[in-house]
């Protein structure tokens, strides 16, 4: 890390980093030469190994229980963050989760607590870091393609979650311009982790439908990540950035 990469000097938090696309983004953001802060439900020993990742490679890392579902452990991982990295600049909304099912069989319980992971910990993380971000600020929420292209059945929920990332994404551009911070979406599509492995039950019906002929890989996702988080992307809010090798193309 040199102090010509991008991030030299800010601060991230990034929801579930403890594996999977959210580990990427921790690691390509401090890579870039941020301190970064991971949040983490279920792995600590995951959560673990990501801080020790960055630590080896000479960056600065904490990772902090916190699940994206109770409102009250998310706005202290905020405040955490701020006290601990000096501030927060960049916010990344990575924790999700998919408990899919035909409609009418899914569980009200389950359909709760994906709005709370996937919708009311998006807001209260965001609610709670912009009240600590000065201008140059940075959010980046994890769509998904879903949002733009249903391709399978069982997902109406989960897609119902991003669908509600989607409108709060644009209209938080509006209100957080004037304070000099941007606000954008990544939409993944298929991409290699333990929720969507490439060699799945999901991979046998969206495969075939991926324009360059592979799914993604979790550190392609941080690549666009990285670059929202970046000053090039200065001019850039309000936008949803498709990664998803052509799938909804
Ligand atoms: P994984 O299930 O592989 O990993 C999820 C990560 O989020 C883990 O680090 C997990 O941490 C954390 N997490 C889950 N629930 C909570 C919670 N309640 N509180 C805090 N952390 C939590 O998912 P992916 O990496 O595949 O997905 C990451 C994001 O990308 C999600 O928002 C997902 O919807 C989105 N996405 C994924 C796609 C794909 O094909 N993989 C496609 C489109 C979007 P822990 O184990 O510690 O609980």
Same mark, same amino acid.
């Given at each position: 890390?040199?102090?010509?990469?991008?991030?030299?000097?800010?601060?991230?938090?990034?929801?579930?980093?403890?594996?999977?696309i959210?580990?990427?983004?921790?690691?390509?953001?401090?890579?870039?030469?941020?301190?970064?802060?991971?949040?983490?439900?279920?792995?600590?020993?995951?959560?673990?190994?990501?801080?020790?990742?960055?630590?080896?490679?000479?960056?600065?890392?904490?990772?902090?229980?916190?699940?994206?579902?109770?409102?009250?452990?998310?706005?202290?991982?905020?405040?955490?963050?701020?006290?601990?990295?000096?501030?927060?600049?960049?916010?990344?909304?990575?924790?999700?989760?998919?408990?899919n099912?035909?409609?009418e069989?899914?569980?009200?319980?389950?359909?709760?607590?994906?709005?709370?992971?996937?919708?009311?910990?998006v807001?209260?993380a965001?609610?709670?870091?912009?009240?600590?971000?000065?201008?140059?600020?940075?959010?980046?929420?994890?769509?998904?393609?879903?949002?733009?292209?249903?391709?399978?059945?069982?997902?109406?929920?989960?897609?119902?979650?991003? $669908?509600?990332?989607?409108?709060?994404?644009?209209?938080?551009?509006?209100?957080? $311009?004037?304070?000099?911070?941007?606000?954008?979406?990544?939409?993944?599509?298929?991409?290699?982790?333990?929720?969507?492995?490439?060699?799945?039950?999901?991979?046998?019906?969206?495969?075939?439908?991926?324009?360059?002929?592979?799914?993604?890989?979790?550190?392609?996702?941080?690549?666009?990540?990285?670059?929202?988080?970046?000053?090039?992307?200065?001019?850039?809010?309000?936008?949803?950035?498709?990664?998803?090798?052509?799938?909804?193309?």
């Amino acid at each position: 890390m040199s102090n010509n990469s991008p991030l030299t000097g800010k601060t991230a938090l990034v929801t579930g980093g403890s594996r999977s696309i959210g580990a990427a983004i921790a690691k390509r953001l401090a890579a870039d030469g941020a301190a970064v802060a991971i949040t983490y439900n279920g792995s600590p020993d995951k959560a673990g190994e990501v801080v020790a990742a960055i630590e080896a490679a000479g960056g600065r890392a904490l990772a902090i229980q916190a699940d994206a579902g109770n409102a009250d452990a998310v706005r202290a991982a905020v405040g955490q963050t701020v006290a601990q990295l000096g501030g927060i600049d960049i916010l990344v909304n990575n924790a999700g989760i998919a408990i899919n099912g035909p409609v009418e069989e899914i569980a009200f319980a389950d359909y709760e607590r994906m709005i709370a992971v996937n919708v009311t910990g998006v807001f209260v993380a965001t609610q709670e870091a912009v009240r600590n971000m000065k201008a140059g600020g940075r959010i980046i929420h994890i769509g998904s393609s879903m949002a733009r292209y249903a391709a399978f059945p069982t997902a109406s929920v989960y897609t119902l979650t991003k $669908g509600a990332v989607a409108g709060f994404n644009r209209s938080l551009a509006r209100d957080l $311009g004037p304070k000099g911070i941007t606000v954008n979406t990544v939409l993944p599509g298929p991409t290699n982790t333990d929720m969507n492995p490439k060699d799945g039950p999901v991979a046998a019906i969206v495969g075939p439908g991926m324009a360059i002929g592979r799914y993604g890989e979790p550190e392609e996702i941080a690549a666009a990540v990285a670059f929202l988080a970046s000053p090039d992307a200065a001019f850039i809010t309000g936008a949803e950035l498709m990664a998803d090798g052509g799938f909804t193309a």
